[in-house]
């Protein structure tokens, strides 16, 4: 079956512009994440999303990072004004959260870059 | 501050080698303790993972030892190939499986012929 996929795979925008990256998390998943991982760095939390439930948003790094997840589904993670910092892979993962299964599956991320 | 330190930040081995990775946290409320492979331009995989209520598991040529009471954990690739080359990530977290994961920084490991 299909993975966990995003969109676009590389994206450059200039530093003030705002973006959107977008996660397909495999069908019937119920828990999202989003990830941030930098140059020389470990993967850094982001969001959270568990079905209904309000999304944990502790990893967030300031306000001009949100996400949504429309439909239980698919998710966008939306940086506003960005900034060189901002530069970094964003990987998605999602989680079906049932039975003994909890691994949390990786999309192959996308790629943003600041000028 | 980094919650799970990792080391080394790289490592090379030769073929049929025991690659050692090497992981310390801090968060004693931590319980679930991954190891996952990355290659470039993927995502993370699930190589394999420990609860603390035991002390070593393992999974083919991949084995993780846990030590509780020094809060350290280690990865340990038993005849290495090459096709292991890779970067490998520790993480942990405090709410089981069903939680966010806190990552080491990574280790590059490369197994030369």
């Known amino acids: 079956g299909a993975g966990v996929s995003q969109s676009p795979s590389n994206k450059v925008t200039e530093k003030g512009k705002d973006v959107e990256l977008r996660c397909d998390p495999i069908s019937g998943h119920t828990a999202l994440y989003w990830y941030r991982q930098s140059l020389g760095q470990g993967l850094e939390f982001l969001i959270y999303?568990?079905?209904?439930?309000?999304?944990?948003k502790s990893g967030l790094p300031s306000d001009r990072f949100s996400a949504e997840r429309t439909g239980g589904s698919v998710s966008t993670l939306t940086i506003q004004r960005t900034q060189q910092e901002d530069s970094a892979v964003y990987l998605c993962a999602s989680s079906s959260q049932t039975g003994s299964s909890y691994e949390q599956y990786f999309g192959p991320g996308t790629r943003l870059t600041v000028t | 501050q980094q919650q799970v330190k990792q080391s080394p930040q790289s490592l090379i081995v030769q073929k049929g080698g025991i690659s050692i990775i090497n992981c310390a946290y801090e968060?004693?409320?931590?319980?679930?303790f991954p190891w996952y492979q990355q290659f470039p331009g993927k995502g993370p995989a699930l190589l394999i993972a420990i609860r603390p209520d035991v002390s070593e598991k393992k999974e083919g040529r991949f084995t993780i030892s846990f030590n509780k009471s020094a809060k350290q954990f280690s990865l340990h690739i038993m005849d290495s190939q090459p096709g292991d080359s890779a970067t490998y990530f520790c993480?942990?977290?405090?709410?089981?499986?069903?939680?966010?994961?806190?990552f080491g920084t990574g280790t590059r490991l490369q197994v030369t012929l």
């Open positions: 999303f568990q079905g209904n439930s309000a999304p944990d």
């Open positions: 968060n004693t409320a931590f319980d679930y």
């Open positions: 993480a942990a977290s405090d709410g089981g499986t069903a939680s966010k994961l806190t």
